[in-house]
């Protein structure tokens, strides 16, 4: 079955690019595009798209909700909102990955790298490509403050093995990836992250993710090997 895709950005051009670029690969195919965030929700719940292809600025008028609200319709499968920005977009970066947000690409990424983070979202793993990680990583350091510590004493309360979880998962693995990695059921592992989201008293795989960072649980950028497209997370 074809990745369906939504596309919201405010330029009639730039989606007609973005159009082009997934249209043309096998297996992905765009449903439906809106040029307001207000009106990206319900084209949503019509289309029941895996994948919402985003301009970051669109989190200027909205503030994340319609992110969230994407975020909590996919909490049980894969799949997310992957977020378009501009180099010195780090605010609106780390508001969307907090709002739950699963990719996370520049407009100048070459556009493989688009199709790549679109196959990826869609089975479950999260990307930041290295120009997005970078600054953002460098944010969320020079956010660490008592909140923060608070937050890393949270982690105390995982097992070891919600713990591993969250590493995998914070280095931007799948959950048939970790599945794999660890020789258990896909099923256990989001039990596990289930368990571990309400341990931590937080919405989405994106705020663990950003959790891992700002505590030192995971200092190097996501690297996932090449996900596996034909297998559900």
Excluded: W
């Excluded at 719940?45 to 503030?63: I, K, T």
């Excluded at 923060?148 to 914070?170: F, G, N, P, Q, V």
């Amino acid at each position: 079955m074809d990745i369906r895709v939504v596309l919201c950005d405010e330029q009639r051009l730039v989606r007609a690019g973005l159009r082009s670029i997934l249209d043309s690969e096998t297996g992905i195919t765009v449903v439906g595009e809106v040029d307001r965030i207000a009106d990206a929700m319900g084209m949503v719940r019509r289309l029941n798209p895996a994948v919402v292809v985003m301009d970051v600025n669109s989190l200027r008028y909205e503030g994340g909700t319609a992110v969230r609200e994407f975020a909590e319709m996919r909490s049980d499968q894969p799949g997310g909102v992957v977020v378009l920005a501009a180099a010195g977009d780090t605010d609106l970066v780390t508001q969307a990955l907090l709002a739950g947000a699963r990719g996370f690409l520049l407009k100048e990424d070459p556009a493989e790298q688009l199709v790549c983070a679109v196959r990826m979202v869609a089975v479950g793993a999260v990307v930041l490509t290295g120009s997005v990680t970078r600054p953002l990583l460098r944010r969320l350091a020079a956010e660490r403050d008592p909140v923060t510590d608070r937050e890393t004493c949270s982690l105390d309360r995982l097992t070891s093995r919600e713990l591993e979880i969250l590493r995998h998962i914070a280095q931007g693995y799948s959950t048939h990836q970790v599945a794999g990695l660890l020789f258990i059921s896909e099923t256990t592992v989001r039990s596990h992250i289930h368990h571990l989201l309400q341990k931590l008293e937080l919405r989405s795989r994106s705020q663990a993710i950003a959790l891992a960072y700002r505590s030192g649980l995971v200092a190097s950028p996501p690297c996932a090997p090449e996900a596996d497209s034909a297998r559900e997370p």
